[in-house]
């Protein structure tokens, strides 16, 4: 697998497009951290650490409206193994009126995009996620 983020948004998009609750991802620090800012931003439920036949898992509960329809529209990958974006603070953009966000990785740790526009700190774009 080259680009393990890349898998775990597929997952979720895959899990989503047929109504799943849940989804298990292979555990790793930065899709961890990945999922608490989506938790955090209220695109995802609740999420957990999960040992399974001696491999680690992220258990990432999703979330629907009323509808039935995902919270999530899109989640899309900006940086890529191949071709990496980064951004200075002033450069960072504000995602589709607020409603979305941009993960991105800087010195300080992963940040949306409004936490280091603010911080006023740049780095490389994971995601943006509507």
């Known amino acids: 697998m ?9 997952r ?7 109504s799943k609750e849940e989804v298990l991802v292979p555990f790793s ?8 800012i989506l938790k955090k931003e209220g ?7 999960r ?5 680690k898992n992220i258990s990432i509960d999703l979330k629907y409206d009323k509808k039935g ?4 529209s899109q989640i899309k990958r900006i940086s890529k193994p191949g071709q990496r ?5 002033d450069q960072i953009k504000v995602i589709k009126g607020r ?6 990785s800087t010195p300080e740790g992963l940040l949306t995009g409004r936490e280091a526009k603010k911080r006023g700190i740049g780095g490389e774009v994971i995601a943006e996620v509507l």
């Open 2 to 10: 080259t680009d393990p983020i890349t898998d775990m948004f597929n």
């Open 85 to 89: 974006i980064y951004l200075k603070s």
């Open 12 to 18: 979720i998009r895959n899990a989503q497009a047929v």
């Open 43 to 49: 695109f995802i439920g609740e999420i957990k650490k």
């Open 29 to 36: 620090n930065i899709k961890f951290q990945i999922a608490s």
């Open 69 to 72: 329809v995902p919270v999530t």
């Open 51 to 55: 040992k399974q036949n001696n491999k």
């Open 99 to 104: 409603s979305g966000i941009s993960i991105i």
